[in-house]
């Protein structure tokens, strides 16, 4: 029998060229995965979500992606091992992705 479970790393590696800019606010995020605001933040604190940046002032966001990529990795059964191995490798193409676009654009 083949083994069609997809593993959320290796489709992150193949897709990576396709980020969405998409940017949610802690409370669209809350709604999204139906987390309260404490469990985000333990979440966030142990890395089993994907850290929010910076938007200006006191505001926050959060990749639309990342958070997916989070939450099909729970329903795929990962455990938080494969999720902070996860969460690891998005932030790691986060800065990626914002340092080539910044090239990109001071070129």
Avoid: C, Y
């Avoid at 949610?24 to 966030?44: A, F, M, Y």
């Avoid at 990529?69 to 999720?83: C, E, K, P, S």
């Avoid at 800065?95 to 654009?105: G, L, N, T, V």
């Amino acid at each position: 029998m083949m083994n069609t479970e997809v593993n959320p790393i290796t489709q992150l590696q193949q897709t990576s060229s396709q980020f969405s800019t998409t940017v949610l606010r802690r409370k669209e995020v809350r709604d999204k995965t139906g987390l309260s605001n404490t469990s985000l933040h333990e979440r966030i604190h142990d890395k089993t979500m994907p850290p929010p940046f910076s938007l200006g002032g006191r505001s926050v966001g959060f990749f639309e992606h990342e958070v997916s990529a989070v939450l099909m990795a729970r329903a795929a059964g990962q455990d938080d091992t494969q999720i902070k191995a996860l969460v690891s490798l998005l932030v790691d193409k986060r800065k990626e992705f914002a340092s080539s676009f910044i090239q990109r654009i001071s070129a």
